[in-house]
């Protein structure tokens, strides 16, 4: 193995192409940003206890995918697989609930780490962007965070994407299913860890996605028939909500996602052009983790964006993002003297907020010009002995080869009128 290389199911960020990513978090946190959602940052790992009580101690994420370690000092922690449970902790540590003006919204942009199968859209360490609404119960909430999400994927400029929206029901109405389930499911061959599932967790079996276990669900009680009235009520005032804002979803019953602490709204983001992994977001209601977690009752919805998945959703669809070139003018000494001149020019220009870059390295005149290219400034500014002679620098525009002396003293609003 090559001393140089990123570990198994990673991947570097490198730049051209890293500014795409940049791009999409922030399109991704700005309608959050413009909806009174602050900004929280949580560590890349927490107490493992977290997450075995949060997301699930029968989940996947949990038994198979978790980075669990133990520290030199005996902590037992775990690299971070989602943000939600971290989130929730943090808010409860802080008492930001106690603050008297719930809902607590929050958004985060962090990395997240699984132990996943590495394939094209799947990762061991990936970028969500997330936010969570903390300690109501209002469906304008839900559908504020799933309009949310659309808008940041239209602003985008993606189109192909599907959003799945299902109830899991409430803590009246799912323990009456999930028993009318695990009956039906007690009666199927199905092999001894899902037979431990259908114990354990009895919904997730739903999601099997093996032709062997899907062929005897046909004929198993749907939870739609299960939900009880509030809950019902509940998921049409969501449903009615987003119609009248125009974001078309989808019903799908057999939406049940792959975290334990969902209740009632669960939705999801799929989009076509990924082949098998083709969720790029996914969230929903969480009304039982405060308590899972040993806090007071908190009922609160969340959901997390996948950067990386976004990125090949954009790909997919054909979209490039408008990104200005990093550097708008690349200045060129010829010569020592030149060389402390258009230094200081240089930060002059970066103070009034021009992306400058400099010919570093004492380069000739053709291998700086060559730099200057590919940095994808448009314009270039030369020096040589005679020009400083004369008080001047030569402004050459990149794209037409056009060169005009401006005096030093002139540079700034010249650049600025040509780059307009
Ligand atoms: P989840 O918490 O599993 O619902 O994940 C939310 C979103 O994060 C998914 O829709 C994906 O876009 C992204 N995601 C989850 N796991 C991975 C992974 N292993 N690699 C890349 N993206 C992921």
Redesign the pocket.
């Known amino acids: 193995m090559s001393t140089f290389q990123a570990p198994k199911g990673t991947y570097d960020l490198l730049p051209p192409h890293s500014a795409t990513y940049l791009t999409v978090r922030e399109a991704i946190s700005a309608p959050l940003r413009n909806s009174g959602y602050g900004y929280i940052e949580t560590p890349g790992f927490e107490n493992v206890e977290l997450f075995a009580r949060g997301v699930g101690e029968s989940t996947d ?1 949990v038994t198979k995918e978790m980075y669990a370690f133990e520290t030199k000092g005996g902590d037992r922690l775990a690299l971070r697989p ?1 943000g939600t449970a971290s989130v929730l902790r943090a808010a409860l540590e802080a008492n930001l609930h106690k603050g008297g003006n719930l809902p607590v919204k929050l958004w985060y942009s962090g990395s ?1 780490y ?1 132990y ?1 199968r590495p394939q094209k ?4 360490h ?1 970028s ?1 962007v997330g936010a969570e609404a903390i300690g109501a119960e209002d469906p304008a909430l839900d559908a504020e965070l799933i309009i949310l999400a659309d808008q940041a994927y239209r602003s985008l400029g993606l189109r192909n994407f599907r959003i799945l929206l299902n109830s899991l029901g409430d803590k009246e109405c799912r323990p009456v299913y999930r028993a009318a389930l695990q009956d039906f499911l007690r009666g199927l061959d199905l092999d001894d860890d899902t037979r431990r599932r259908v114990d354990i967790n009895p919904l997730r079996v739903l999601d099997d996605k093996r032709e062997s276990v899907r062929k005897q669900l046909t004929g198993a009680p749907a939870l739609g028939d299960y939900l009880c009235e509030a809950c019902k009520a509940y998921h049409e005032q969501v449903r009615e909500l987003l119609t009248a804002a125009g974001v078309a979803f989808e019903n799908d019953a057999n939406l049940v ?3 334990d602490y969902y209740t009632r709204t669960t939705f ?2 799929v989009h076509d052009g990924l082949g098998s ?1 083709s ?5 929903g209601r969480y009304d039982g983790l405060s308590e899972m977690i040993g806090g007071p009752a908190l009922p609160s919805v969340g959901w ?3 950067v ?3 990125v090949l959703a954009l790909e997919a669809e054909g979209v490039t993002l408008d990104i200005p070139a990093a550097t708008a003018v690349y200045a060129v000494p010829l010569g020592e003297e030149a060389r402390r001149v258009l230094f200081a020019q240089v930060t002059v220009l970066r103070k009034a907020g021009i992306a400058t870059d400099f010919a570093f390295g004492g380069k000739g005149l053709k291998n700086a010009m060559k730099s200057a290219n590919r940095s994808g400034a448009r314009l270039a500014l030369v020096a040589g002995e005679r020009d400083l002679a004369e008080g001047v620098v030569q402004l050459k525009n990149l794209e037409s080869g056009e060169q005009t002396a401006v005096p030093l003293d002139a540079v700034v609003d010249e650049v600025r009128r040509t780059l307009g």
């Open positions: 994420i989602e997240y699984r996943e859209g799947r990762y061991r990936f969500q996602r792959g975290l999801e983001f992994q969720a790029v977001g996914g969230g997390a964006l996948g990386d998945r976004t």
